[in-house]
């Protein structure tokens, strides 16, 4: 059975008429940024406008604050001398409410910090490490929410191995009213015993009303009858009691069972949140970006379209109802994870308003539909894909391909895709190529080695795309990472499949990359028609390479992950890589880049951007992972 799209009609009342813009997608208010995304819709965008391209190029910086977990690992030996307690990166994007900046920190603390001049106001420890070391990335984390009902006022956080805390901003202290003393275990409540050490939340939860909504992360390798299942579950936000559950993978009798075997439910996992939610807090629905079951790369034991697997799926905020669904790729096995929260955008088309939802994808689609009933705003087409060879698996004979918005990344691995600067590497590339199973966009691994391309980290990732608006523009980062898979036979006859997903890098001929350039690059699309309006390389790239002298080859953008985007009135904020380390900031209309700032460690996160005591201020995490770089917050201002 192909599942596509289907809707249940909802009535909200709204106090009042909605104007063009709603609060979902207005960005932040200026002197606040109330929510990683600067609003519920994740525009990532601010009205501010001290900062423009006239002085941009003044920016210095004003402070900076280092971690309160450096003074953990310095007094704990057992943190500071095992690798397993380093942090994969310090990916945190802090708010800022009422003149204070909240953030966490890798170890899981969550500090307040004075945004004038960077100092320490309190930080609380939960001692969420004492469990060991989380899931997948490990010591990782990426933000808090907060809440308030015009009085009381919470600041939300999950991490660790796994618990959900509720924190007086005020105070740091634990609010003693929620779950058991300020936590709720995280590990109870999803139907079934699951082990803790492949279970962890590493982003933010969103609040909508008074109901926090978290998601989780696992590890993806794992036996996918060791694997916890990815349900979604909405917690009162004053008393910490589950207030509903969504059955990701669902229960005999919920819709969608049928398109898993019967007992899929009781054994297999994934099928989860792993990243960002988006909410329309007028509408009271919440967007899940619901990703890919485990093992990523093989589905034989869960035959069927697997919903709601690899879907965005809108819910009824207050009691989990699903309103509506899309399922962007039926039964996965490329590992094409929903990688961001999708943008909430209002836009015009034909002069009618439409309240839409914008998802960015791994493969470099953007799937838009009306936020309130699910209707896709274009086509998007079935289309005919090839089919797997591995052994007891079928995938789906079709997957869905929006027309518009057009692609902001090229996909798929064949001949024509390989480098081409001279023939001489075209031919060693092509040489390195026939070692591999690949093919167009949707191509099943098969037994042996293949290349799959977006791979695991996309395309886009989490730090998702930014939408100005005042122009309904959205700006979207990728890069053009692919990934290497072998599928092998099972070592006995009553064994499985081997799936050794290789997280490297296949290097081309002569140490250059094996693909065709842009390696990361910035696009621009123009939402009322759903257009590209520029795309611009991000990066030199390997221009200055021995084989490529004297070809006067464009910029190429460099072959590693941006930073998350950030929007002003007039100016697009965005970091580059985990090698360049350095910010830039470009022109929105053009996509020029018009200044940078080389940065003293890695910078992978989401900037943001507020007013305090007068000036304008954009801050940033910095450092973490293997390297053993200090992890840190940097604001930058105008002297």
Do not use: C
Request: a negative charge; hydrophobic letters at 35%.
């Amino acid at each position: 059975m192909k599942t596509r799209l289907t809707f249940i009609p909802v009535i909200l009342t709204l106090g009042g008429l909605l104007s063009f813009t709603s609060s979902a997608q207005q960005g932040s208010s200026g002197s606040e940024w109330l929510s990683y995304g600067g609003d519920s819709g994740h525009s990532k965008y601010s009205p501010l406008d001290q900062i423009n391209a006239d002085n941009v190029q003044r920016l210095e910086v004003a402070w900076t604050w280092d971690s309160v977990d450096q003074a953990v690992r310095e007094s704990n030996e057992i943190i500071r001398e095992r690798g397993s307690f380093r942090s994969y990166a310090y990916e945190v994007t802090p708010l800022v409410v009422d003149g204070v900046l909240y953030t966490t920190t890798s170890l899981g603390q969550v500090a307040a910090i004075d945004p004038t001049d960077g100092e320490t106001l309190w930080s609380f420890d939960p001692v969420l490490y004492v469990d060991g070391r989380p899931a997948v990335h490990g010591f990782m984390t990426r933000g808090l929410a907060y809440w308030t009902d015009g009085e009381q006022e919470r600041l939300l956080y999950a991490g660790g191995r796994t618990y959900l805390l509720s924190i007086d901003p005020s105070t740091g202290r634990l609010d003693p009213e929620f779950g058991r003393g300020g936590r709720v275990d995280l590990k109870r409540g999803l139907g079934r015993t699951i082990d803790p050490s492949l279970y962890a939340v590493s982003s933010p939860p969103v609040v909508v009303g008074d109901v926090v909504v978290v998601g989780s992360a696992m590890t993806e390798g794992t036996d996918f009858r060791e694997a916890p299942p990815g349900h979604v579950r909405g917690f009162n936000v004053r008393s910490g009691e589950m207030q509903w559950i969504f059955h990701t993978i669902p229960q005999p009798g919920e819709f969608g069972a049928d398109t898993w075997p019967d007992d899929a439910w009781e054994y297999t996992g994934g099928a989860n949140v792993w990243t960002m939610m988006s909410a329309d807090e007028e509408l009271g629905l919440v967007y899940l970006p619901v990703g890919t079951t485990v093992p990523d790369y093989y589905g034989g034991h869960r035959l069927g379209d697997n919903l709601f697997s690899n879907s965005l799926v809108a819910l009824n905020a207050e009691t989990g109802e699903r309103i509506w669904h899309y399922q962007m790729v039926h039964h996965s096995v490329w590992d094409y994870d929903p990688p961001a929260a999708p943008n909430l955008i209002d836009i015009e088309i034909d002069g009618e308003t439409i309240k839409a939802v914008a998802q960015i994808t791994k493969q470099g689609f953007t799937f838009v539909f009306d936020r309130e009933t699910g209707e896709p705003v274009w086509p998007i087409e079935e289309r005919p894909v090839p089919q797997s060879q591995v052994l007891e698996e079928v995938t789906s004979p079709t997957q869905p391909f929006p027309t518009k918005p057009p692609l902001f990344l090229t996909n798929g691995a064949t001949e024509d895709d390989l480098i081409d600067f001279t023939p001489e590497l075209k031919a060693e590339a092509l040489e390195i190529f026939r070692e591999y199973n690949s093919g167009p966009l949707y191509t099943p691994p098969a037994p042996g080695d293949n290349i799959i391309r977006p791979g695991w980290s996309g395309g886009a990732n989490w730090w998702g795309a930014a939408f100005d608006p005042e122009t309904q523009r959205l700006f979207v980062p990728s890069w053009a990472h692919f990934s290497t898979v072998n599928i092998s036979p099972p070592d006995a006859s009553d064994s499985d499949l081997t799936i050794r997903p290789r997280v490297r890098d296949l290097s081309g001929p002569r140490g250059l990359p094996l693909f065709k350039p842009p390696y990361s690059q910035l696009v621009a699309f123009d939402m009322n028609a759903g257009e590209k309006l520029w795309h611009v390389p991000v990066g030199e790239g390997p221009s200055d390479h021995a084989d490529l002298q004297g070809l006067e080859l464009p910029p190429m953008g460099n072959f590693e992950k941006l930073g998350g985007p950030l929007l002003t009135k007039s100016l697009l904020f965005i970091g580059q890589g985990f090698e360049t380390n350095r910010l830039g900031v470009y022109d929105k209309d053009t996509g020029e880049e018009i200044w940078w700032m080389q940065l003293p460690a890695r910078f992978h996160a989401a900037p943001i951007t507020f007013m305090a005591e007068g000036k304008q201020y954009i801050v940033f995490a910095l450092g973490g992972g293997a390297r053993g770089e200090p992890e840190q917050l940097m604001a930058l201002a105008l002297p």
